[in-house]
């Protein structure tokens, strides 16, 4: 160990520490930089910063915590008053999520967890993370740079593409839900198709998603899903869709590009949920039925648009 | 490797295929033949049959697609054209699960997975297949043929049938939600209970089945249960009741035999639900409370026959 | 092994079983003693209960069938009949939990499973149980005497305190659900912050709780968590709060102390939930409201009062 190393074990402060200035974050989000010199090495809440921290404000009230921090630089909105520290942007939040995404998102790439089960027939992508107790089943593929958290389950019928996200305790590929009834009870309809999930997908913990029962499940690229979702059979879900908790559908659903259903929406089978609507929460909609309208919200059981809804509601409620 | 299986292993073809003919599966069915001597290997979707599938077409337009398909072997309606390839039978998908159960249903028989943790005193039953990183704890029963996904927790407390199918994920026997409020904070009730479960049950993954507290949680032969349901402790289910996803029920519950609960139905405690009752999804039935009628359909929260749902969301709903 | 472990094991029965008298279970209860000279040696249902058994009865019914069994004492109501084996207290109910919490809880304390997977910078405290399978990950902080399931995960952002029962397929401090919408698609806001877990909490069967994105998630001491609920980044849940299954809520939610949430409720980003509110089953609130009112008893989304809510439905449903 040199005189650095040693310094920086005192300190507390990792010797590969990465150093960014003001000046760099500036030129990844296309502004002018101030004048700081400033140099940060992770983000953080306004509460907690401190002089390594990058931290932002969205309004006034949050620009005056900010000053009276220690934090090292703040990204402020336009209207923001020149301070040293401070580098104006359009949107303060996301200018924050892009420069953690730039130089301070260390998860992943830490390969796979000694205690996770790869069958010798499933295959991995470059660079991809396999958390501990994870099962990646015979047959199962996936792209480069993965991460895939603790005690998950990937059966052998699914293929994922590139940086896909999975969290703690999700199943992709059960068995789905299907049978036919008999004299003799209910037979088990085959469970036999594919599950295929997009690029940069992200699946939240504990969700579970099924297999085609003949054919496919799809998630498109970009789609974000919460914990504790249920996709059935042979639903098939469009690119840059946000699914909050605990939403759940029946088998062939489809879920259009950038729609966005809130916490516990349920969808009934072979029901549509056109381009960019939006449901919230708690929201259901009838088999076979389908909502559209990008950017159209809508409320209730069966789902309504949000005017319809609250005048229906307030007619329950009037004296 | 003799010729036949180098030959086999050269078209990626299994040297011990089980190859069905249409006459076969037609006595199986108890229909009369189509006069084709074609064999079939698998079941598929009919856009990606070959000579070797077996598929099944509904109505006059499946029928036409299944035509113009490869595939080997037809199972069309009673009113479809007499053609080689076509096997006749009242119900067509009823019968394609029949054949598929028959011969090409290769789910379990795999043994106990080397990562699968099987404490000593738990019983396996013959022919059981016991998933990767599973956990069957002390006391656990299991009867034959049970097929018991990765990642699974079978609690000691549990008894389970024959065929029993457990998919991923799941928690058998978890301890049940009950305190006595004190001054000192609530106190848990005693959860020491047993849970059952009968022969051909099937539960979906995610999904957790709590013991009773003091008694029994019951789940009655041939009942099929979805992806991340949750029962509580105490509640007693009979026999080929189906449970959609999420659906999720306090303690004491009775659902009698062949009802049908929708997605995210909900249930407060000591609810009963009538033999063959239907619960559309997001249905909810108040504690305490009792719906009846084999074969009625209810709706909403607290359910009503539909009749009456849908008459109340008319009022609420007219302008 | 002595005589008397021969004997034990030949009657089936433990060397060290701990045997209770009357008097003592009288005198935890601060109640006069019954004149039963009977020692017990575990809780029990009242069918079940032979002379080794303490059972409790709420009203005249279940203490006729009590006193029909052959248990060995009986906690019965201030008004039961005086009789050998009855100890007459206030409540039944609790003072059996008390008991049982007293004497007979042989839950924890069984070390660490030699599947758990605990790194090596975890810190566990004394006298917890991590069970088979789950994984610890490094940075995770472990109070005294926790009872951790199998195939838990607790990441390392969490500190529990001190008795916290943590159920199998439960996951602590999973990456909460942000994003920012860019026109590449969804970019993630950083999901850094902590989940701090006081004394005495229980969490259930499959429960995902999320760490905080930059700042803390909390759950106050003494609250109960049921099976399958969602806790999003950054809530704050106070102490005592009782949480049924399939809770799900939104990020930034406040839930102060005794609150209870029934099943399958479903709360909106940054929704307050005031000091000892009732929400029933399936109730909602949307986004940023809030809902106040010691004792007060609401239901229905968005949720009203319980009166309120009645009187809607009444006037909905009426002819």
């Given amino acids: 160990m040199d005189a650095q190393a040693l310094e920086d074990a005192?300190?507390?402060?990792?010797?590969?520490?990465?150093?960014?200035?003001?000046?760099?974050?500036?030129?990844?989000?296309?502004?002018?930089?101030?004048?700081?010199?400033?140099e940060v090495s992770r983000v953080s809440a306004i509460p907690a910063a401190g002089p390594d921290a990058l931290v932002f404000a969205l309004d006034e009230d949050a620009m005056a915590?900010?000053?009276?921090?220690?934090?090292?630089?703040?990204?402020?909105?336009?209207?923001?008053?020149?301070?040293?520290?401070?580098?104006?942007?359009k949107d303060p939040r996301t200018a924050f999520a892009r420069v953690y995404a730039k130089w301070f998102d260390e998860r992943g790439g830490r390969g796979v967890h000694p205690t996770a089960i790869v069958e010798m027939e499933a295959v991995i992508g470059a660079g991809c993370e396999i958390g501990a107790g994870s099962y990646i089943a015979a047959g199962a593929k996936l792209g480069a740079d993965c991460v895939v958290g603790p005690r998950v389950v990937i059966h052998?019928?699914?293929?994922?593409?590139?940086?896909?996200?999975?969290?703690?305790?999700?199943?992709?590929?059960?068995?789905?839900?299907?049978?036919?009834?008999?004299?003799?009870?209910?037979l088990g309809f085959p469970q036999i198709g594919t599950l295929w999930i997009g690029d940069d997908?992200?699946?939240g913990a504990g969700t579970t998603i099924d297999r085609g029962a003949l054919g496919e499940t799809r998630v498109g690229r970009g789609t974000k899903i919460d914990n504790l979702c249920h996709i059935a059979h042979n639903c098939i879900i469009g690119e840059d869709v946000i699914m909050a908790a605990q939403?759940?559908?029946?088998?062939?659903?489809?879920?259009?590009?950038?729609?966005?259903?809130?916490?516990?929406?349920?969808?009934?089978?072979?029901?549509?949920i056109g381009k960019g609507v939006i449901l919230g929460g708690?929201?259901?909609?009838?088999?076979?039925?389908?909502?559209?309208?990008?950017?159209?919200v809508y409320w209730g059981t069966p789902a309504q648009p949000v005017r319809e809804y609250l005048r229906g509601l307030a007619r329950m409620r009037k004296a």
Avoid: H, W
Wanted: proline content about 2%; overall charge negative.
């Fill in 10 to 38: 005192a300190s507390g402060r990792a010797g590969d520490l990465l150093m960014v200035t003001a000046r760099e974050i500036a030129s990844l989000l296309g502004v002018e930089s101030c004048e700081s010199s400033a």
């Fill in 65 to 89: 915590e900010a000053l009276a921090s220690r934090a090292g630089i703040i990204l402020g909105p336009l209207n923001a008053a020149a301070d040293s520290r401070v580098v104006r942007v």
């Fill in 156 to 186: 052998g019928c699914a293929t994922l593409g590139s940086r896909v996200r999975v969290q703690a305790g999700a199943v992709l590929g059960s068995d789905g839900f299907g049978y036919a009834r008999t004299s003799d009870g209910y």
């Fill in 201 to 203: 997908v992200e699946i």
């Fill in 247 to 272: 939403v759940g559908m029946a088998g062939s659903c489809v879920i259009e590009d950038g729609a966005m259903l809130g916490g516990q929406v349920g969808l009934g089978e072979r029901v549509t």
């Fill in 282 to 296: 708690q929201g259901g909609v009838l088999p076979g039925k389908k909502i559209e309208g990008e950017g159209v």
